[in-house]
């Protein structure tokens, strides 16, 4: 695209753009000629993909913004009428939102164009956390679902999650299909055509829905506690300026926790997200204020949610680490959570059902085997998780689970849901606490049973407008120079799924009993993710660290500690 042509095609996006910020925004930088920042917001399109639509809000089809959005809302519809299903457009679509800059804007653009196309509509009237929008969709027997939130992103980002009729996120090749239809739409001279706000085939969802919700999640509550060991558990819980603060804390009211206290700084919806670098639990730093209130109050047990509350994390007192407290991996809660759900579904022997992803720890499958329970592997993501649940409706679903904060228990949403997890492992906390028992307890029996299975993520950050370029590049120099040893480990396997079907651009290097090395590109943010297991059975504390891993995949990959 030559300079001139570049300005012609920002013109007559200005021309479509219904935003006065993201016009003032392009009008700026085409009279001011800044043809670097106009390639960069217009030389490409943000991808749909299998997590929809993800990134900073701006000018031009690279950024999220109302006409993307529009576009996008259109591609959905010509899909969903598309479908074989002819009742499609009767079912319609549920649209949820949350409380990020332009995300209440973003959903009515979506309800109106969808409308427009003769959908049905159901919009919530207020913010809700992603596993309520998930619940939707099957509770309302949509034929699609969408939600706006950019999850743990940065505050300068949007994104759009869509979910089909059977209740998971999309999946290949459905997400070739919508982008493909949204791309039509996009060529088009035309801008997408807009119902009224006030169109009788748009719905307000009913605060029902909600509270079926909230049912359903009290149906969860595995209740090994009584009412005075769950009085007795003093929480702390912070909502990470999201959407969840008010529900999480519905749900522990309603279940009996009732010594919760709240991170005041953070229990608000802020899209400003001022206490934290990065909005999410995973990073260094977000659980600061929760700690120093922890400590404050003498609280036995942290919990907490992202900003759209699919994700959970938890802290525990630790006297060893500075501080005293520490925060549980990813893995480590769902080793409790498993432990603990197979124990309270033990009755039901072995048509039982667990899952986790490729790149969380492989403890669950040794905990599988041992009770004599179903367990399954999926690639990254609960899309395959879910995915993996309803092509086994012959098995009892007890928990799904990825070390990346996400969690499931029981078949309620068919996506991660922070706050149902949550209070499963305030019950176990409170059991716990009140046999005088703790948490850190209960993960040093795990090890006990199963042996020590040390786990830790690295995320490898890039900056730029070519930091697609730069995940790939990285890819592709591992895949070209295969280490034969790592840390003076000999790898005894490479498998990289991007050969299998359904293919995902990861590499697992197994190296022999001792543990693996897993490396990936993030599907929703520039960095690509190094994932270490390091196995020891029968007190052998003799091999491997994980430092010694990091150190030498350090030199691998060229990348500094």
Same mark, same amino acid.
């Given at each position: 695209m030559t300079d001139e042509q570049l300005l012609d095609v920002a013109r007559a996006w200005i021309a479509h753009d219904p935003d006065p910020d993201t016009v003032a925004e392009a009008t700026a930088l085409v009279d001011a000629r800044d043809l670097v920042a106009l390639r960069d917001r217009f030389g490409g399109r943000l991808t749909f993909g299998t997590a929809g639509l993800r990134g900073a809000i701006g000018a031009g089809p690279d950024r999220m913004n109302r006409l993307v959005v529009r576009q996008s809302a259109a591609g959905l519809g010509a899909r969903i009428l598309a479908d074989e299903q002819p009742n499609y457009s009767e079912r319609g679509v549920v649209i949820g939102f949350d409380a990020r800059h332009k995300s209440d804007a973003f959903a009515s653009d979506s309800a109106c164009v969808l409308a427009a196309q003769g959908i049905t509509v159901h919009v919530f009237a207020h913010t809700v956390p992603t596993p309520v929008l998930a619940f939707a969709v099957t509770h309302l027997g949509c034929a699609a679902g969408v939600q706006v939130t950019a999850s743990h992103n940065p505050p300068q980002d949007n994104g759009y999650k869509v979910y089909w009729g059977d209740g998971p996120q999309i999946v290949s090749p459905l997400d070739e299909q919508i982008a493909a239809a949204t791309d039509a739409v996009a060529a088009s001279s035309e801008a997408p055509v807009l119902a009224a706000p006030n169109d009788p085939r748009i719905h307000r969802v009913d605060d029902a829905v909600i509270e079926a919700y909230f049912a359903g999640v009290a149906a969860l509550d595995t209740r090994t506690s009584d009412s005075t060991a769950r009085a007795k558990?003093?929480?702390?819980?912070?909502?990470?300026?999201?959407?969840?603060?008010?529900?999480?804390?519905?749900?522990?009211?309603?279940?009996?926790?009732?010594?919760?206290?709240?991170?005041?700084?953070?229990?608000?919806?802020?899209?400003?997200?001022?206490?934290?670098?990065?909005?999410?639990?995973?990073?260094?730093?977000?659980?600061?204020? !929760?700690?120093?209130?922890?400590?404050?109050?003498? $609280?036995?047990?942290?919990? @907490?949610?992202?900003?759209? *509350? =699919?994700?959970? +994390?938890?802290?525990?007192?630790?006297?060893?680490?500075?501080?005293?407290?520490?925060?549980?991996?990813?893995?480590?809660?769902?080793?409790?959570?498993?432990?603990?759900?197979?124990?309270?579904?033990?009755?039901?022997?072995?048509?039982?059902?667990?899952?986790?992803?490729?790149?969380?720890?492989?403890?669950?499958?040794?905990?599988?085997?041992?009770?004599?329970?179903?367990?399954?592997?999926?690639?990254?993501?609960?899309?395959?998780?879910?995915?993996?649940?309803?092509?086994?409706?012959?098995?009892?679903?007890?928990?799904?689970?990825?070390?990346?904060?996400?969690?499931?228990?029981?078949?309620?949403?068919?996506?991660?849901?922070?706050?149902? !997890?949550?209070?499963?492992?305030?019950?176990?906390? $409170?059991?716990?606490?009140? @046999?005088?028992?703790?948490? *850190? =307890?209960?993960? +040093?029996?795990?090890?006990?049973?199963?042996?020590?299975?040390?786990?830790?993520?690295?995320?490898?950050?890039?900056?730029?407008s070519n930091a697609a370029e730069q995940q790939a590049a990285l890819m592709n120099r591992l895949r070209s120079h295969l280490p034969t040893s790592i840390a003076g480990v000999a790898v005894s396997s490479v498998r990289d799924v991007s050969t299998e079907s359904p293919a995902s651009d990861v590499l697992i290097l197994r190296l022999g009993s001792v543990g693996r090395v897993t490396v990936r590109p993030s599907g929703t943010e520039p960095k690509c993710k190094v994932y270490y297991e390091v196995v020891s059975r029968n007190g052998d504390e003799g091999g491997v660290s994980i430092a010694d891993l990091r150190a030498s995949m350090a030199e691998i990959l060229g990348r500094a500690e």
């Amino acid at each position: 695209m030559t300079d001139e042509q570049l300005l012609d095609v920002a013109r007559a996006w200005i021309a479509h753009d219904p935003d006065p910020d993201t016009v003032a925004e392009a009008t700026a930088l085409v009279d001011a000629r800044d043809l670097v920042a106009l390639r960069d917001r217009f030389g490409g399109r943000l991808t749909f993909g299998t997590a929809g639509l993800r990134g900073a809000i701006g000018a031009g089809p690279d950024r999220m913004n109302r006409l993307v959005v529009r576009q996008s809302a259109a591609g959905l519809g010509a899909r969903i009428l598309a479908d074989e299903q002819p009742n499609y457009s009767e079912r319609g679509v549920v649209i949820g939102f949350d409380a990020r800059h332009k995300s209440d804007a973003f959903a009515s653009d979506s309800a109106c164009v969808l409308a427009a196309q003769g959908i049905t509509v159901h919009v919530f009237a207020h913010t809700v956390p992603t596993p309520v929008l998930a619940f939707a969709v099957t509770h309302l027997g949509c034929a699609a679902g969408v939600q706006v939130t950019a999850s743990h992103n940065p505050p300068q980002d949007n994104g759009y999650k869509v979910y089909w009729g059977d209740g998971p996120q999309i999946v290949s090749p459905l997400d070739e299909q919508i982008a493909a239809a949204t791309d039509a739409v996009a060529a088009s001279s035309e801008a997408p055509v807009l119902a009224a706000p006030n169109d009788p085939r748009i719905h307000r969802v009913d605060d029902a829905v909600i509270e079926a919700y909230f049912a359903g999640v009290a149906a969860l509550d595995t209740r090994t506690s009584d009412s005075t060991a769950r009085a007795k558990l003093r929480i702390v819980y912070t909502a990470m300026h999201g959407v969840g603060g008010a529900s999480m804390l519905r749900i522990f009211d309603d279940a009996g926790f009732t010594d919760v206290e709240p991170v005041v700084e953070q229990q608000q919806p802020d899209p400003e997200f001022p206490t934290v670098a990065f909005p999410n639990p995973e990073e260094p730093g977000a659980l600061e204020l !929760a700690f120093q209130l922890a400590r404050r109050i003498d $609280a036995d047990l942290i919990i @907490a949610n992202d900003p759209d *509350a =699919d994700r959970m +994390s938890a802290a525990i007192p630790d006297a060893t680490v500075d501080g005293g407290w520490r925060q549980l991996r990813g893995d480590e809660v769902g080793w409790l959570l498993a432990q603990h759900l197979l124990r309270v579904t033990s009755s039901k022997g072995a048509s039982r059902l667990v899952a986790t992803t490729i790149v969380s720890s492989s403890l669950l499958e040794a905990m599988a085997a041992k009770q004599g329970v179903q367990y399954r592997e999926t690639l990254t993501g609960f899309k395959w998780l879910a995915r993996n649940v309803l092509a086994h409706p012959e098995l009892t679903h007890v928990l799904s689970y990825e070390e990346a904060l996400g969690y499931s228990v029981g078949g309620l949403v068919l996506d991660k849901d922070g706050l149902s !997890a949550a209070l499963v492992l305030a019950d176990l906390a $409170a059991t716990r606490r009140a @046999a005088g028992s703790s948490l *850190a =307890d209960a993960l +040093s029996e795990i090890v006990d049973e199963y042996g020590r299975y040390e786990t830790q993520q690295q995320s490898l950050r890039f900056e730029g407008s070519n930091a697609a370029e730069q995940q790939a590049a990285l890819m592709n120099r591992l895949r070209s120079h295969l280490p034969t040893s790592i840390a003076g480990v000999a790898v005894s396997s490479v498998r990289d799924v991007s050969t299998e079907s359904p293919a995902s651009d990861v590499l697992i290097l197994r190296l022999g009993s001792v543990g693996r090395v897993t490396v990936r590109p993030s599907g929703t943010e520039p960095k690509c993710k190094v994932y270490y297991e390091v196995v020891s059975r029968n007190g052998d504390e003799g091999g491997v660290s994980i430092a010694d891993l990091r150190a030498s995949m350090a030199e691998i990959l060229g990348r500094a500690e």
